[in-house]
């Protein structure tokens, strides 16, 4: 905020999108729940950056705080699948907290407790957020309140596509959310600032843009000369579905 080279007096007025996903609640530490923002200093500080957009922006700017993700559904949707390296996910999320490397020890973590404490504090953050957005008056600023609920749009890209739950996560890292996550989000997001939905109805086009888009891909790739369908099950395992003996044996040995 304090490097952003605005004039109230020159621009016009900004759309601010105050977005600090799990950053407050993720860390490389062992003792992670201790390192973690509490809510006064969330508080604090988000107010002290309010301040310093108050005096930089035009009046009528808009800042839209943006609440934690539920960063449970990582874990739950990723734990079992193959990661790159050749691996679970699990074992590497494992590896990770042991050199010190996890970038989000409480959510990348077979321990359910912590992650679930790290989520519980999310949600407390969050809460500040919807506080600050409903009683905060800024002379140049507007605020409003959004939380993706990315849980929702992993269900709902699951049971509207058929397809696994990894693709909306970067497969490297297994912590960022895909481009196509990035993108379903930012849709749901615009329709709730334009308001041409609520929050929920949000959620529902952007379940209906899912099946569209799935849709879309499958008539694509039935254009393709020559392919040949490969069928996992929900933990990423070959199916038999499509295939002959002959055919199957084939792709087990080239994978």
């Not at 062992?30 to 390192?35: E, K, S």
């Not at 042991?98 to 970038?103: K, M, V």
């Not at 959004?146 to 970067?170: I, S």
Request: aromatic share 8%; net charge negative.
């Amino acid at each position: 905020v304090e490097s952003a080279a605005r004039s109230s007096a020159l621009d016009h007025p900004a759309l601010v999108v105050f977005s600090l996903i799990g950053n407050d609640v993720c860390n490389g530490h062992a003792d992670t729940v201790a390192h973690m923002t509490t809510a006064a200093d969330f508080r604090n500080k988000t107010l002290g950056a309010l301040t310093a957009l108050d005096a930089k922006l035009p009046r009528g700017s808009f800042v839209l705080l943006v609440g934690l993700v539920d960063g449970r559904v990582l874990y739950e949707s990723l734990h079992q699948h193959v990661h790159p390296t050749g691996t679970t996910y699990e074992a590497v999320y494992a590896f990770l907290s042991c050199e010190g490397a996890n970038p989000c020890n409480g959510w990348l973590s077979s321990n359910a407790t912590l992650r679930n404490l790290t989520s519980a504090r999310a949600a407390e953050l969050s809460a500040v957020h919807a506080s600050i957005a409903a009683t905060a008056t800024f002379a140049n600023l507007e605020l409003g309140y959004y939380r993706p609920d990315l849980r929702t749009l992993v269900n709902n890209y699951t049971q509207t596509t058929g397809r696994d739950p990894k693709d909306l996560f970067e497969p490297s890292d297994g912590f960022h959310p895909s481009q196509l996550a990035n993108a379903l989000l930012a849709d749901q997001l615009w329709q709730y600032l334009e308001g041409e939905s609520t929050l929920n109805e949000a959620v529902q086009k952007g379940i209906a843009a899912t099946r569209q888009l799935a849709k879309r891909q499958l008539t694509w790739l039935r254009k393709w000369p020559g392919l040949r369908w490969i069928y996992t099950d929900s933990a990423g395992n070959l199916s038999e579905k499509g295939l002959s003996q002959e055919e199957l044996a084939e792709v087990r040995q080239e994978t």
